[in-house]
């Protein structure tokens, strides 16, 4: 159903956003042609585009006209191209507006649109006629949608926001970046694990060896394999000697009582000699 009560911006999303910064520059009120001097547009485009300001609350007034407070918060986002807050003030400006809020319910409706036939429901919607300037305006109100977060480009249409995401604009530092005061400090502790020396390998080789004994005997014979069977293992248990040297060989056996050297054996054997 036509709305005969909303008018759409009379030029494109683009030279809009002009004629909202050339208002921010001034703190009275003004007339179209002090906009357009400052905005660098005609001042016919300024009137044509005061009427949709006036209706979502960028600007109030008369004849003369000046930027309400959120308008102005708009233009400055602007003007320094501060894109999250450009996002969240044109949420709060158009979100709650009834002309917005049935071309959105369309859209969510339809489950989808693409851009012409949404720019052709928004023109039809607020009850203009076809014209070039009507066709800008319309294509100015599908932009200012995707700004606001209310609709999103989605395999070549237009669909609504998921309504939770869509009601409440979120500033980025709110919205997942925690601020510095609420950064809490999180104490990792780490426990030390003392490093064992290695084992000899002697001792590693001990510890390798697994045993498995299997003992067939009769009742009465137990006690007897039992007693065995401890005299092996503490015989296991005994640190063995390593096998000596060749040298350590050699010394060994000359040290043993009663061995004699090569020499003393063979003057025993042919005294006089």
């Known amino acids: ?28 009120d003004v ?23 006036v209706a979502v609350g960028v600007v109030e007034g008369g004849r003369r006209k ?11 986002a602007l003007q320094h191209n501060v894109l999250e807050d450009v996002s969240k003030y044109w949420h709060h400006l158009v979100a709650a507006n009834s002309f917005f809020q049935k071309v959105l319910a369309a859209v969510r409706i339809r489950r989808g649109m693409d851009a012409s036939t949404l720019q052709a429901h928004v023109a039809y919607s607020a009850g203009q006629k076809k014209s070039p300037a ?20 989605e395999d070549g249409k237009y669909v609504a926001m998921d309504e939770g995401s869509a009601s ?5 530092e709110e919205a997942g970046v925690p601020d510095q005061a609420t950064l809490t400090t999180t104490t990792v502790t780490r426990t030390a694990t003392p490093v064992l ?5 002697a001792s ?36 063995s000697e390593p096998n000596p040297t060749p040298a350590e ?23 006089g000699e």
């Open 204 to 239: 590693a080789a001990a510890l390798a060896i697994q045993l498995q004994l299997r003992v067939d005997c009769k009742v009465d014979e137990l006690d007897a394999i039992a007693v065995k069977l401890r005299n092996l293992i503490r015989t296991l248990s005994e640190p």
């Open 66 to 76: 000046v930027i309400s407070a959120l308008g102005r918060n708009l233009a400055l």
């Open 1 to 28: 159903m036509a709305d005969d009560e909303f008018r759409l911006p009379g030029s494109s999303y683009d030279e809009l956003i002009k004629i909202i910064m050339g208002y921010g520059h001034f703190d009275t």
């Open 134 to 153: 009507v066709v800008a305006g319309a294509a100015a109100v599908v932009q200012i949608m995707v700004v606001a977060g209310l609709l999103r480009e």
């Open 168 to 172: 409440t604009p979120t500033p980025i």
């Open 249 to 271: 060989a050699q010394r060994r056996t000359t040290e043993e009582p009663g061995a004699t050297s090569a020499a003393e054996e063979s003057a025993t054997r042919h005294p």
């Open 31 to 53: 007339t179209p042609a002090d906009v357009g001097g400052i905005a660098g547009v005609h001042e016919t485009q300024v009137s044509r585009n005061n009427a949709f300001l």
């Open 197 to 201: 020396p290695l084992p000899s390998t």
